[in-house]
């Protein structure tokens, strides 16, 4: 599953971009309204962090269908050809995204609530489709339960949409979607971080580091590599 960082925050993408296995960023207006000032410099920053081959999804802010296709293809035009356009899943949603699937430009459906709206985004040609996971748990829906049915509608019929599971509060729910078959999953800088620490990974490196000193003291195995 691959695995895409859902923030704007220059210092996390930088740190997640160097160290963790990432395709992307993802971002919403949300998201970005935690950044604030010069928006548009801050996205162009984003992508000569990332490079120009991962992928960078941006959200339309435009609700009429002319115009969300314009912004849409601005966004493309301003951000480079690995950019996806978010557009919500609503009837003037879809229209736009056969629109501009059509023209060859990538679109994640976001906001996504159930497997139906999913099958409308993979038939009107959606890249990706996002379920919002703990957004779904948070109102007793079973988010991981509604990322297994989309995988499914997905599986039963010839669509190129693949699921970007977001909105998650914990690490157990990434490894969930991962084990429902989702294709991608978009996770902020905190449970990505909760994904990899384990207090008995860190028990079993003191022991070794211990254990090394007692046999060698403070030489190092390239040290003695050297001779
Ligand atoms: C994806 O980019 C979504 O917008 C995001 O994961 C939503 O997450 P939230 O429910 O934590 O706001």
Not at 174 to 185: E, R, T
Request: hydrophobic share 45%.
């Amino acid at each position: 599953m691959k695995l895409i960082l859902d923030t704007a925050n220059l210092d996390d993408i930088k740190y997640f971009n160097t160290y963790y296995p990432i395709s992307g960023v993802t971002t919403n207006p949300t998201i970005l309204s935690r950044e604030g000032g010069d928006i548009v410099k801050h996205l162009r920053t984003i992508r000569e962090i990332i490079g120009e081959d991962k992928e960078l999804h941006i959200q339309v802010t435009e609700t009429e269908y002319d115009k969300i296709v314009s912004e849409a293809e601005a966004i493309v035009k301003a951000f480079g050809k690995n950019t996806f356009v978010k557009i919500p899943a609503t009837d003037v949603g879809l229209r736009a995204t056969a629109a501009l699937a059509k023209k060859g430009i990538k679109v994640t459906v976001t906001a996504v609530f159930s497997a139906g709206q999913a099958l409308l985004a993979a038939t009107a040609g959606a890249a990706y489709v996002a379920p919002y996971v703990s957004r779904l748990e948070n109102i007793c829906e079973d988010g991981i339960g509604v990322v297994a049915e989309i995988q499914q509608v997905l599986d039963c019929g010839d669509y190129d949409t693949v699921i970007l599971a977001a909105s998650f509060k914990t690490a157990r729910e990434v490894l969930d979607v991962a084990l429902a078959g989702s294709g991608a999953a978009t996770v902020s800088a905190d449970v990505l971080k909760k994904l990899l620490s384990h207090t008995s990974t860190d028990t079993s490196i003191a022991g070794f580091a211990a254990d090394w000193k007692k046999a060698f003291g403070d030489h190092t195995l390239s040290e003695l590599l050297k001779g």
